[in-house]
């Protein structure tokens, strides 16, 4: 019988560990908010979710980030942040109303107390030339996200997410192969990318908690609430700042993401194998047949929530495509209409209205799940990861580019250029003779561009667990021919305007600090009501 390897054993003891859990006693007292009012918060963030896409899992800490901008940078609150904080995180079905401790308020508050010592000289400064404002916006920015990150993980803890990084990680060291690295490059900064991209590539992991995880590796006594260390990073601030974000944004993690993308598939099967039931997964990852069977079963599993996250996904930016487009319909192209041609020329507004949010729909509604194969290649790959079998290694090797200037260089990017001449070409040509303006036009193939990006990243999340890559066809390359240049684009305009969304502005900064404070008059109002009707009793 073959041995089980000393990562997978550590892995099924801290994942043991973790699945424990700690039982809050009853006597301990939680925090209750009102039905009523939560309602209303909860129907907020609906809202505000579906006009601003984001992943699923940092739904919550987005929010956390959120509320403490809104409380800390807009409102200047300096006391009691941390149970504004809580409370609304509650109403919005963050945390679980009558389950969440009071306790967690205090330990928020402490969290808070070193990062409002960062920020203190930060959101007050004045008389900022604009480069330099934006540069404060940006510091201001990052603490958040690693502050928000932080507390995030005290209310929800992430030991499963980091025991299953650590694994993964001990494994990937073990088989990577770096044939070439970037000059000076170093032992330690190639492991730090590895780690980064291992992140990003098994759970998801963003820029706000990628900066957390490498604050804290720099700075391991941060949660000790030491004085010293809190003195240097406040003097430091900047400086740790972009040396963080340098090695985020180094492309080397790219690709490395792309090397570890099958090892992630099998990092995650292996993680829902094991949860299954902790308490006896050795000896059922002993036992092959019962072993092959549940990697079978957790695979099925996944395709099915594939399915169904590409479903809510797809909803989610229709609804958001929708919105979006009817406000523009009614506030640029209605009127140029009228401006311009004396009337409103309904068939392209329809159109305008109408076709992307059922182009997104048809796209993705025939994406197929992962074939047998890919379930029997990955049966056999987490076997060779639980007993240490021979496995491929994961070679790294750095591509020559062209130089610049040769005449091969030069064709490609002529050819490059003639693909958006004919993709964009043809769109306008076809727009032209189906009688779009020049401003309905503008809309059609500015929502097409972000319509085909957010289609290529949902239908890319969808095929997460593919492992077995897909030979390609003239008839794929004649799609890639035509669609990539207007997916570029989207990509493009949708990372841009991310930075400048109107509606999240009116949102955050005009609608929703007054929404808030009402929710909580109103809860204080239900509160004084139900005291004055027991007083009757």
């Not at 901008?69 to 807009?74: A, E, G, P, Q, S």
């Not at 945390?95 to 930060?122: R, S």
């Not at 969808?462 to 021919?481: H, P, R």
């Amino acid at each position: 019988m073959q041995n089980l390897s000393t990562e997978i054993k550590e892995l099924v003891s801290q994942f043991q560990q973790a699945t424990r859990g700690t039982v809050i006693p009853k006597e301990v007292e939680k925090i209750k908010v009102s039905q009523m009012a939560s309602k209303l918060a909860f129907f907020y963030e609906k809202l505000r979710n579906a006009i601003d896409y984001q992943e699923e899992h940092l739904l919550r800490r987005n929010a956390i980030k959120r509320v403490l901008k809104r409380l800390i940078v807009v409102e200047s609150r300096k006391e009691k942040i941390g149970q504004h904080l809580v409370y609304e995180l509650i109403r919005a079905h963050y945390l679980e109303n009558e389950k969440t401790p009071v306790n967690k308020i205090e330990e928020i508050e402490k969290i808070l107390k070193q990062y409002l010592f960062l920020l203190k000289d930060l959101y007050l400064t004045k008389n900022l030339s604009p480069v330099e404002f934006q540069e404060n916006n940006n510091l201001i920015n990052w603490v958040l996200g690693v502050a928000s990150t932080e507390i995030d993980e005290k209310l929800i803890p992430y030991h499963i997410d980091d025991a299953l990084v650590s694994a993964m990680y001990k494994v990937v060291k073990k088989d990577l192969v770096f044939m070439t690295l970037p000059d000076n490059m170093t032992q330690s900064e190639r492991d730090i990318h590895s780690y980064l991209a291992i992140h990003r590539s098994l759970i998801k992991s963003d820029f706000d908690i990628l900066s957390y995880k490498l604050f804290l590796l720099y700075y391991p006594l941060w949660q000790k609430n030491d004085s010293e260390t809190l003195a240097e990073v406040q003097k430091n601030l900047r400086l740790i700042k972009n040396a963080i974000t340098s090695q985020i944004k180094d492309p080397l993690g790219d690709k490395l993401i792309k090397l570890f993308k099958s090892h992630s598939v099998y990092f995650t099967v292996l993680k829902d194998v094991i949860l299954k039931n902790p308490a006896d997964a050795i000896s059922r990852l002993y036992d092959e047949t019962t072993l092959s069977q549940e990697i079978t079963d957790a695979c099925k599993k996944r395709y099915l929530n594939a399915r169904n996250k590409l479903n809510r996904s797809v909803r989610r930016s229709v609804v958001y495509i929708f919105i979006t487009k009817m406000a523009l319909g009614l506030a640029i192209e209605t009127p140029f209409d009228i401006m311009f041609l004396g009337h409103v020329n309904y068939f392209p507004l329809t159109v305008n209205i109408i076709f992307h949010p059922t182009l997104m729909y048809l796209v993705t509604a025939f994406t197929r799940v992962p074939s047998s194969k890919n379930t029997e290649k990955i049966i056999t790959e987490i076997k060779s990861i639980i007993f240490d079998s021979d496995r491929e290694k994961i070679i790294y090797k750095i591509k020559k580019s062209q130089q610049k200037g040769t005449l091969t260089n030069n064709l490609l990017s002529l050819t490059y250029a003639v693909m958006y001449s004919i993709s964009f070409g043809l769109l306008i040509y076809i727009l032209y003779k189906i009688k779009f303006n020049i401003m309905s036009g503008f809309l059609f193939v500015l929502f097409l561009c972000i319509i085909s990006f957010f289609t290529i990243r949902i239908k890319q999340n969808a095929k997460e667990m593919e492992v077995i890559e897909k030979k390609d066809n003239f008839f794929s390359f004649l799609i890639d021919f035509l669609t990539v240049p207007i997916v570029r684009a989207g990509r493009w305009i949708s990372l841009n305007s991310s930075k400048v969304n109107i509606f999240v502005f009116f949102l955050d900064f005009i609608i929703e600090a007054p929404f808030k404070m009402s929710i909580v008059a109103f809860e204080h109002l239900i509160s004084f009501v139900k005291e004055k009707k027991e007083d009757i009793y």
